[in-house]
């Protein structure tokens, strides 16, 4: 099925702010980079915040599909899907056009966390924690919360490394970290 203007727009703007920020990135930028006019934008889109929120709900469906069905790809255990985040990450940051994680930077632009685009950006790492606790508490894991809030330090953590190149191996380093806090639950991971 032929994705509609709106969702054409929202996918080609994703590739905009990815890129280039939320800020910086003007609607005459817009105009220029997705061939959508100013007119067809507001038609879909009250404000550019509108069109934002957009952006990250589609990057929040496409990343989470793609993470966690690569997590599932690489290992049928809760535990081994835990330490599969890394592996997927690894992957992720070897890509060309990785240049890191769309919602802190959005989370960075938009500070005030009343605003829909902090909030937006706040919901999509809480639902990464909630999927973490999930399959920790599967795993048998006395902690669920505390073992899921670990992973989503080390998985955040490596990815700001990765994009600001801080280190060589950002998510080999946070796999071996997690295979330390997951070692007694990895049974054949």
Same mark, same amino acid.
């Given at each position: 099925?032929?994705? &509609?203007?709106? $969702? *054409?727009?929202?996918?080609?703007?994703?590739?905009?702010?990815?890129?280039?920020?939320?800020?910086?990135?003007?609607?005459?930028?817009?105009?220029?980079?997705?061939?959508? +006019?100013?007119?067809?934008?507001?038609?879909?889109?009250?404000?550019?915040? $509108?069109?934002?929120?957009?952006?990250?709900?589609?990057?929040? *469906? &496409?990343?989470?599909?793609? !993470?966690?069905? %690569?997590?599932?790809?690489? +290992? &049928?255990?809760? =535990?081994?899907?835990?330490?599969?985040?890394?592996?997927?990450?690894? *992957?992720?940051?070897?890509? /060309? *056009?990785? =240049?890191?994680?769309?919602?802190?930077?959005?989370?960075?632009?938009?500070? &005030?966390?009343?605003?829909?685009?902090? %909030?937006? +950006?706040?919901?999509?790492?809480?639902?990464?924690?909630?999927?973490?606790?999930?399959?920790?508490?599967? =795993?048998?894991? /006395?902690?669920?919360?505390?073992?899921? %809030?670990?992973?989503?330090?080390?998985?955040?953590? @490596?990815?700001?490394? =990765?994009?600001?190149?801080?280190? /060589? $191996?950002? @998510?080999?380093? @946070? !796999?071996?970290?997690?295979?330390?806090?997951?070692?007694?639950?990895?049974? $054949?991971?």
């Amino acid at each position: 099925m032929r994705p &509609n203007k709106r $969702d *054409e727009l929202v996918s080609k703007a994703l590739d905009v702010f990815y890129r280039s920020g939320f800020h910086a990135t003007g609607m005459d930028t817009l105009v220029k980079e997705t061939g959508v +006019s100013k007119t067809s934008m507001y038609k879909h889109f009250r404000t550019k915040d $509108d069109l934002i929120i957009a952006v990250l709900q589609l990057r929040d *469906e &496409n990343f989470r599909n793609w !993470l966690f069905g %690569r997590m599932e790809d690489l +290992s &049928n255990t809760p =535990a081994g899907q835990l330490i599969g985040v890394f592996t997927a990450l690894g *992957e992720w940051f070897a890509k /060309p *056009e990785f =240049a890191g994680c769309m919602f802190v930077k959005a989370s960075s632009e938009f500070q &005030n966390h009343a605003h829909p685009v902090y %909030r937006q +950006s706040s919901a999509h790492k809480q639902m990464l924690l909630d999927h973490f606790t999930a399959l920790a508490q599967s =795993a048998g894991v /006395p902690d669920p919360a505390a073992l899921a %809030r670990q992973l989503l330090m080390l998985k955040e953590g @490596a990815i700001v490394l =990765a994009a600001m190149s801080v280190t /060589p $191996d950002p @998510a080999g380093d @946070a !796999l071996q970290t997690a295979q330390m806090l997951l070692q007694p639950y990895l049974k $054949d991971s």
